[in-house]
């Protein structure tokens, strides 16, 4: 059975990275996306990447996405084998880009296994990831807060955790070779940037992982 779900990440007009800050985690995402590259984008809410990717870096993209309201190229959940044979008659790929989508999902180890079978040898992932280390989630957790929210962190909608280095045990531990980690500090702490490199669990609110398949 597919799900309606409301489509909560969608730009107002346009998307256009070079307008947002230099380190959002959108930005860092897609500007990590080489160009005229065959795609797949899994999550595609309503296809502003996608659309993005397509009229700006001349790419062929396939969007997969649970909610029929965003008229993806193919609509399924995930977690359903059928959807996994429609995306495999698709298949190979240069990049799968999943941003915002394996914290929603109850096996991401087993995704990770599915995504390399739908990548062409050496291709590419790239996967962003709440941090559930950032300094503000720890300071609400120590005060005794654990209240889900539409949007965040605790989004009511995520089932799974990853921090900065368990998020990276994720993506290696399917077999996969990390080649580039970027985070996204969400504000508060941006003026200290310089931290990052100390204590990047704690800084990175978002984490954004390019990896290789061999």
């Not at 230099?22 to 795609?39: A, E, M, Q």
């Not at 309503?46 to 309201?69: H, Q, W």
């Not at 709440?130 to 654990?146: D, E, M, T, V």
Request: proline share 6%; net charge positive; glycine share 8%.
């Amino acid at each position: 059975m597919v799900l309606r779900q409301k489509i909560k990440y969608a730009y107002r007009g346009k998307f256009d990275p070079a307008k947002l800050a230099p380190d959002n985690i959108d930005r860092l995402s897609t500007g990590l996306v080489k160009p005229k590259i065959k795609l797949l984008e899994l999550g595609c809410a309503a296809g502003f990447m996608s659309e993005y990717f397509r009229k700006r870096l001349g790419c062929t993209v396939i969007g997969v996405d649970i909610n029929p309201e965003a008229k993806p190229a193919i609509c399924g959940d995930l977690n359903d084998p059928m959807t996994w044979q429609k995306i495999k008659r698709l298949a190979p790929f240069d990049l799968v880009f999943a941003s915002a989508i394996l914290e929603h999902l109850p096996r991401p180890e087993e995704t990770l296994q599915l995504i390399k079978q739908v990548l062409k040898p050496k291709g590419e992932l790239i996967v962003t990831l709440p941090n559930i280390g950032h300094w503000r989630a720890r300071l609400k957790i120590i005060l005794g807060r654990f209240e889900y929210e539409d949007y965040g962190i605790f989004d009511r909608t995520h089932l799974r955790w990853f921090t900065y280095f368990t998020a990276q045990k994720l993506i290696t531990g399917a077999g996969l070779t990390i080649k580039k980690i970027l985070i996204d500090p969400a504000g508060g702490m941006k003026y200290c940037s310089w931290l990052v490199k100390y204590w990047p669990n704690l800084y990175a609110h978002q984490i954004c992982i390019y990896a290789t398949f061999h």
